[in-house]
Nanobody
């Protein structure tokens, strides 16, 4: 399984970005897809996850600002990030879980700064 993430960049506080992650390869039974992030000097943390069937979970810090969605036909997950704050600055990683096995994409940098 390969995951290709895109959409990161530099944005001012209060701005928006949309991350995308497309999965390819041996995909046959996805349990969930999600986004994690890792800021300098901090541990990687869950941002949002969407399970097969549509149930979602969000980190408290992003609830009401971020929205995760998934296009099952394209095996692609999106993260719409609104009202970005400086503390959202991090490398964002896409994750896919399939039959108990986890896969990671390359990170995409999100920098929120004026």
């Amino acid at each position: 399984v390969q995951l290709q993430a895109s959409g990161g960049g530099l944005v001012q506080p209060g701005g928006s970005l949309r991350l995308s992650c497309a999965a390819s390869g041996s995909i046959f039974s996805i349990n969930g897809m999600g986004w994690y992030r890792q800021a300098p000097g901090k541990q990687r943390e869950l941002v949002a996850i969407i399970f097969t069937g549509g149930r979602t979970n969000y980190a408290d810090s992003v609830k009401g600002r971020f929205t995760i969605s998934r296009d099952n036909a394209k095996n692609t997950v999106y993260l719409q990030m609104n009202n970005l704050k400086s503390e959202d600055t991090a490398v964002y990683y896409c994750n896919l879980v399939q039959r108990g096995a986890g896969f990671w994409g390359q990170g995409t940098q999100v920098t929120v700064s004026s």
